[in-house]
């Protein structure tokens, strides 16, 4: 016999365990055969046991090897100088990579062949066969990380009275046809590598952090949080026309949810590096990575047409009733500033979307210092000696900087005068002599 190992070819005396990864290295390569029964210096030392060794090698296949490989695994005895040889034929898959069940789609489960030898894959060879494998389609790729749990997306599921199942699980391709999860699945999954940072600045310059924080978990757990954060910070202003009490949020809520909404539902997730909420005195930013989906246009877009990047996500948001229709959300902020002088603006990039929603409060009537804000002001002073600017934030329920700013506008105006200075500074109404 001339036969020696090489790429295609693997000895092994008896059965090891280190057969399986031999399999998955073929599997992941150019195919090749596996002789059990002969020593790695090609002699044939022969097999007695056939049948047992067999069985043995096609249990161990079936049970430990992720895709499913046996389709393209083939076993026969030959005889090889009067021995009995166990040969096992592989094919190169077609749902590369193959991988050790209990290690992962990682270095440490993935094998390919490199000469003779079965060594493990680079997380970059390894990405490079899911792409192969499962098209560029981000979503619908298999992710690397098969140990994955849903107890949020499962109460949200459950809130929205629908099922949540293996076999929903398929319809909405969070599990592939071989069985395994996709990165969909990770984006709704507790174990989500994505997540949304948010930040509070005091004034309107990134300066100086009052608060930040980090969203982690599932993509729908993570809106929830960020909504509620950033609904911390949505004040109320109250305003009288006539006898009827007005209350107006600095920004109106349904476009926090749309501008929310859109950064989670369309950003590119291929990419690493998260959403990025900074809110400021006078507006809030959201940042997100991916811009415009490739033939679509900002004109295009602010009309209404709409191309889904991800569009498995967005079909799981809108069973669950989170978005309504696509294609709506910009206009739907867009119509939610029709009343106020200030509008959103969007910037866009090859790789970045950001959409600034501007405080209306801040913005209203240069803040309306010379109507509801000064009449609230002076009526507080004619039954109070002064006011301070913490006493003015509370009142108006402005921010702090609000509150500074509409203080100066009435000094400015001659209408209070200031006392006292840092801590014990006052504000006083100006006596005319």
Do not use: W
């Given at each position: 016999?001339?036969?020696?190992?090489?790429?295609?070819?693997?000895?092994?005396?008896?059965?090891?365990?280190?057969?399986?990864?031999?399999?998955?290295?073929?599997?992941?390569?150019?195919?090749?055969?596996?002789?059990?029964?002969?020593?790695?210096?090609?002699?044939?030392?022969?097999?007695?046991?056939?049948?047992?060794?067999?069985?043995?090698?096609?249990?161990?296949?079936?049970?430990?090897?992720?895709?499913?490989?046996?389709?393209?695994t083939s076993y026969h005895v030959d005889k090889i100088d009067d021995k009995n040889v166990l040969i096992i034929d592989v094919q190169k898959g077609t749902a590369c990579p193959y991988y050790l069940e209990s290690k992962g789609i990682r270095p440490g489960g993935v094998?390919?062949?490199?000469?003779?030898?079965?060594?493990?894959?680079?997380?970059?060879?390894?990405?490079?066969?899911?792409?192969?494998?499962?098209?560029?389609?981000?979503?619908?790729?298999?992710?690397?990380?098969?140990?994955?749990?849903?107890?949020?997306?499962?109460?949200?599921?459950?809130?929205?009275?629908?099922?949540?199942?293996?076999?929903?699980?398929?319809?909405?391709?969070?599990?592939?046809?071989?069985?395994?999860?996709?990165?969909?699945?990770?984006?709704?999954?507790?174990?989500?590598?994505?997540?949304?940072?948010?930040?509070?600045?005091?004034?309107?310059?990134?300066?100086?952090?009052?608060?930040?924080?980090?969203?982690?978990?599932?993509?729908?757990?993570?809106?929830?949080?960020?909504?509620?954060?950033?609904?911390?910070?949505?004040?109320?202003?109250?305003?009288?026309?006539?006898?009827?009490?007005?209350?107006?949020?600095?920004?109106?809520?349904?476009?926090?949810?749309?501008?929310?909404?859109?950064?989670?539902?369309?950003?590119?997730?291929?990419?690493?590096?998260?959403?990025?909420?900074?809110?400021?005195?006078?507006?809030?930013?959201?940042?997100?990575?991916?811009?415009?989906?490739?033939?679509?246009?900002?004109?295009?877009?602010?009309?209404?047409?709409?191309?889904?990047?991800?569009?498995?996500?967005?079909?799981?948001?809108?069973?669950?009733?989170?978005?309504?229709?696509?294609?709506?959300?910009?206009?739907?902020?867009?119509?939610?500033?029709?009343?106020?002088?200030?509008?959103?603006?969007?910037?866009?990039?090859?790789?970045?979307?950001?959409?600034?929603?501007?405080?209306?409060?801040?913005?209203?009537?240069?803040?309306?210092?010379?109507?509801?804000?000064?009449?609230?002001?002076?009526?507080?002073?004619?039954?109070?000696?002064?006011?301070?600017?913490?006493?003015?934030?509370?009142?108006?329920?402005?921010?702090?900087?609000?509150?500074?700013?509409?203080?100066?506008?009435?000094?400015?105006?001659?209408?209070?005068?200031?006392?006292?200075?840092?801590?014990?500074?006052?504000?006083?109404?100006?006596?005319?002599?």
């Open positions: 016999m001339n036969l020696v190992e090489n790429l295609t070819n693997e000895f092994k005396e008896t059965y090891t365990d280190e057969i399986k990864k031999t399999v998955i290295a073929f599997a992941n390569t150019a195919g090749g055969r596996i002789y059990i029964g002969i020593a790695d210096d090609g002699s044939v030392i022969g097999i007695e046991n056939t049948d047992e060794v067999m069985l043995q090698v096609s249990n161990a296949v079936r049970d430990a090897i992720r895709p499913d490989v046996t389709m393209f094998y390919v062949r490199q000469g003779a030898s079965s060594v493990p894959a680079t997380s970059a060879a390894i990405l490079k066969m899911i792409k192969e494998s499962d098209g560029d389609r981000y979503e619908a790729i298999r992710c690397t990380n098969q140990q994955l749990t849903f107890d949020y997306a499962e109460i949200e599921f459950r809130k929205s009275s629908i099922e949540f199942g293996t076999n929903q699980k398929k319809t909405l391709k969070i599990i592939n046809d071989d069985n395994m999860f996709t990165n969909l699945a990770e984006l709704l999954s507790d174990q989500c590598v994505h997540t949304i940072k948010a930040a509070v600045f005091d004034g309107t310059e990134k300066i100086n952090f009052k608060d930040r924080t980090e969203f982690s978990g599932s993509v729908l757990k993570q809106v929830n949080d960020a909504y509620d954060y950033i609904n911390r910070y949505n004040r109320t202003r109250s305003e009288f026309k006539d006898i009827h009490r007005i209350d107006i949020r600095d920004y109106p809520t349904p476009a926090v949810r749309e501008a929310l909404l859109n950064a989670v539902v369309h950003r590119d997730y291929a990419f690493s590096g998260s959403i990025l909420i900074s809110i400021f005195d006078d507006r809030i930013e959201i940042v997100s990575i991916g811009g415009l989906v490739k033939g679509i246009s900002y004109d295009d877009m602010m009309v209404g047409v709409s191309i889904q990047r991800n569009e498995k996500l967005a079909n799981v948001f809108y069973r669950l009733s989170l978005i309504e229709s696509f294609g709506t959300g910009i206009q739907k902020i867009m119509r939610s500033y029709k009343e106020f002088s200030v509008k959103p603006q969007i910037t866009v990039s090859d790789n970045a979307f950001k959409i600034i929603l501007p405080n209306s409060n801040y913005h209203a009537n240069d803040l309306n210092v010379s109507n509801s804000y000064a009449d609230v002001i002076l009526k507080y002073l004619s039954e109070k000696e002064f006011i301070t600017r913490k006493e003015a934030e509370v009142i108006l329920n402005v921010s702090q900087a609000s509150a500074a700013r509409i203080l100066k506008k009435l000094v400015d105006a001659g209408e209070l005068c200031k006392v006292g200075n840092g801590k014990n500074l006052r504000y006083m109404k100006k006596i005319n002599k």
